[in-house]
């Protein structure tokens, strides 16, 4: 009994080991892609030399997705 016990708690821990490590993925390709947008679109209509302000740029467009996505979880996760 104990070990069967074990083993469901082992899958857990893989299970949830496994979905951050995707997390973790999907963000490094967010945060890729949302620095190609700011590259792309947003550098060129800044002065040349301006790479903090396109930090600054780029900071604000992830913080504002951050807080839009966890808006959106959390109104989810409420509905249950």
Not at 11 to 34: D, H, P, R
Request: net charge positive; hydrophobic share 50%; aromatic share 12%.
């Amino acid at each position: 009994m104990h070990n069967k016990k074990l083993r469901k708690e082992l899958l857990k821990q893989m299970v949830t080991l496994a979905t951050a490590g995707f997390g973790l993925v999907a963000a490094l390709a967010w945060n890729e892609a949302v620095q190609a947008f700011v590259n792309e679109y947003i550098n060129k209509y800044l002065s040349v030399g301006s790479g903090i302000i396109s930090k600054f740029v780029y900071a604000a467009l992830i913080t504002a997705i951050a807080v839009f996505v966890t808006y959106q979880l959390a109104k989810f996760d409420k509905d249950d």
